[in-house]
């Protein structure tokens, strides 16, 4: 931890900096976070200085101010490009936050002892950004570079859980390559899952990409949707099922994960045909959330096990939200690992660690601490 900020007498708070925007998708969605997280961080305990990341990828600081991070229904919130840009950097053992303008000289910012990123999706939530800070020995908050790369690929996601031993349910993984130079070939692998399949961008978010389709003639169109989110697809049998998530936060020290009681989402009532785009983040009643899910105690039993198993089958660390399917023959197959889920407080991660009896704020606190006890490096 830094020194520099000491007043007489008091210790320096950590200083932590949020990331939030960035270059994926989920920029919008991202922002919205940050107003959740900037509103809610506990201020006599920490410095916050929030950080933008801009469409362009560009690092700017961005107003602490949370209503410009909200949702409004005029417009979707942004961080815009500056004229300033923020890089983060070591400076005498110390990492610095440095800000610079065309023809001046960079000023000092002060040190960061750890970074919220509060991204989702590519170049946020899939190691990349990890990468950057594990770089610089800078402590971060959720995952490390590969459990992050292997949470944001739908396709290795389902080949580590399956190594794993978890159930998941039938697909295909296509490449840019094998539809390009034999579509015929895919359209047979995907007749063979059986009608309706999902189609996804392998490395997306916030449903961004999926269509639910129900007979061929619908294929390549679903699959030309995927193809501008991501060249990678994963084709998907679609499962009957109740959808189940449970919020997993790490264990203390040498504790195990922490798991939260399962919450379930139902769009049965809202006319969307599954969880998409408009039905998360649009429509106000579209999806109802609901947490304790309503099952019975051996099944949620289970549910836990089965996140807090994910987890580690991925190697996360901080926080993750598991998505499973829970079949009318009482199976649970896993849809997928969230390594940075929506964090906003009306979000299904934080609302299932209330319903658990953490708080959002508690939670992000929490996060804070596994992150500044961590090690750097290799871990
Ligand atoms: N194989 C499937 N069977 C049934 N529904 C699915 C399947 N895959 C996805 N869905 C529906 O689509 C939604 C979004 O898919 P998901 O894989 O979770 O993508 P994202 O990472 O964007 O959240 C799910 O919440 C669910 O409603
Ligand atoms: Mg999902």
Not at 98 to 126: C, Q, R, S, W, Y
Request: proline content about 6%.
């Amino acid at each position: 931890m830094s020194h520099d900020n000491l007043t007489a007498g008091k210790p320096a708070k950590p200083r932590v900096a949020v990331l939030f925007g960035g270059r994926s998708s989920e920029h919008a969605v991202s922002c919205v976070t940050a107003a959740g997280v900037l509103g809610a961080i506990n201020k006599d305990k920490y410095e916050v200085i929030p950080i933008g990341i801009a469409k362009s990828g560009q690092w700017v600081l961005a107003s602490a101010d949370t209503a410009q991070w909200s949702l409004s229904s005029s417009s979707l919130p942004e961080v815009v490009p500056s004229a300033e840009t923020v890089t983060l950097a070591e400076i005498g053992g110390e990492h610095q936050l440095i800000v610079a303008a065309p023809n001046e000289v960079p000023k000092e910012l002060g040190t960061v002892d750890v970074v919220f990123p509060l991204l989702h999706g590519p170049f946020g939530e899939d190691g990349t950004i990890q990468g950057l800070l594990e770089l610089s020995d800078t402590r971060y908050v959720g995952a490390g570079v590969l459990a992050s790369a292997v949470g944001m690929d739908k396709h290795f996601m389902k080949v580590v859980f399956e190594a794993a031993g978890l159930q998941v349910g039938p697909y295909i993984a296509v490449t840019d390559r094998q539809w390009r130079k034999d579509p015929e070939a895919v359209r047979k692998q995907v007749d063979r899952l059986g009608f309706p399949v999902f189609v996804k961008p392998a490395r997306a978010g916030s449903s961004m990409g999926i269509s639910k389709v129900d007979s061929m003639e619908h294929l390549d169109s679903a699959i030309e949707e995927a193809r501008r989110h991501d060249l990678k697809l994963v084709i998907e049998a679609g499962i009957a099922g109740r959808e189940i998530e449970c919020a997993v936060l790490e264990g203390r020290g040498t504790d195990a994960p922490r798991t939260s009681m399962p919450g379930e989402i139902s769009v049965a009532g809202g006319g969307h045909e599954f969880y998409d785009f408009e039905a998360k983040y649009v429509e106000d009643n579209a999806a109802a959330l609901s947490c304790p899910a309503d099952m019975p105690e051996e099944a949620i039993a289970r549910v836990r096990e089965l996140a807090a198993a994910a987890f580690d089958a991925v190697g996360a660390e901080g926080l993750s939200r598991v998505d499973f399917f829970y079949t009318p023959e009482g199976e649970l197959v896993i849809n997928e690992i969230n390594t940075m889920p929506g964090f906003t407080p009306k979000s299904m991660y934080p609302q299932m660690w209330a319903a658990s009896g953490l708080s959002y704020p508690d939670l992000i606190d929490e996060l804070i601490y596994l992150a500044l006890n961590r090690r750097t490096g290799l871990r």
